[in-house]
């Protein structure tokens, strides 16, 4: 069973920027796709970007020209670089991920993480 823990939510003014990112606890599991998405309270849980291991991105029209997604695939870990934050930014960001690069495609993902919290004020 694959683990995932993100890290680098926080607090910050509209904006600025912030770095997430997401590792599974261990190694060797060749994750061919992964994504970060995010939940306000409220509202149902949304794509913010997709990354394959061959390198196709895909990001969600609010975020595009401000979010970018990378990742390290030796490492098994994606990132969200995202910058001119703005208050409707704030959310639960999840880092998702599986196997398959079929995932990518069908937005359906085997793996969570717990998420962390991004806040982002006026």
């Known amino acids: 069973q694959v683990q995932l823990v993100e890290s680098g939510g926080g607090m910050v003014q509209a904006g600025e920027s912030l770095r997430l990112s997401c590792a599974p606890s261990?190694?060797?599991?060749?994750?061919?796709?992964m994504a970060w998405y995010r939940q306000a309270p409220g509202k149902q849980r949304e794509l913010v970007a997709a990354?394959?291991?061959?390198?196709?991105?895909n990001y969600g029209d609010s975020v595009k020209g401000r979010f970018t997604i990378s990742r390290d695939d030796a490492k098994d870990t994606v990132f969200l670089e995202m910058n001119s934050l703005k208050p409707e930014d704030t959310a639960v960001y999840y880092c998702?991920?599986?196997?398959?690069?079929?995932?990518?495609?069908?937005?359906?993902?085997?793996?969570w993480g717990q998420g962390t919290q991004v806040t982002v004020s006026s």
């Open positions: 990354i394959t291991s061959g390198g196709h991105t």
């Open positions: 998702a991920a599986d196997r398959l690069v079929a995932a990518f495609v069908l937005n359906e993902y085997d793996y």
């Open positions: 261990g190694s060797g599991f060749s994750l061919k796709s």
